[in-house]
Nanobody, 124 residues
Framework: QVQLVESGGGLVQAGGSLRLSCVAS????????MGWFRQAPGKEREFVAA????????LIADSVKGRFAISRDNAVNTVYLQMNSLKPEDTAVYYC?????????????????WGQGTQVTVSS
């Protein structure tokens, strides 16, 4: 069992930056691939970024490529999402997810555990 707690969301002006954190419970964090997804009001949940268990492999959605970066620190059971040059269309609830596999995935159905989400609001 893995429990995930996100933090770092908030209100920011367009062009600003935020860093989201997701802390995982359990001693097997390093064996899980991790992902970030987001869901805006009235829209389906969409993939943002994912990272392999080692951190060597990453996947980034085209909509955020060049602006967002994912990283992890297995020593403190934490995965991060650095978000730069934020746009109003990035406004959403951001969810952290863990997959019981070494390899990241863009498909939400491949993830086994989910956090409660953190709200990110970007004003124009």
């Amino acid at each position: 069992q893995v429990q995930l707690v996100e933090s770092g969301g908030g209100l920011v002006q367009a062009g600003g930056s935020l860093r989201l954190s997701c802390v995982a419970s359990g001693r097997t964090f390093s064996s899980y691939a991790m992902g970030w997804f987001r869901q805006a009001p009235g829209k389906e949940r969409e993939f943002v970024a994912a990272i392999s268990w080692s951190g060597a492999g990453t996947l980034i959605a085209d909509s955020v490529k060049g602006r967002f970066a994912i990283s992890r620190d297995n020593a403190v059971n934490t995965v991060y999402l650095q978000m730069n040059s934020l746009k109003p269309e990035d406004t959403a609830v951001y969810y952290c997810a863990a997959r019981n596999s070494a390899y990241p995935s863009t498909y939400a159905g491949n993830y086994d555990y989910w956090g409660q989400g953190t709200q990110v609001t970007v004003s124009s």
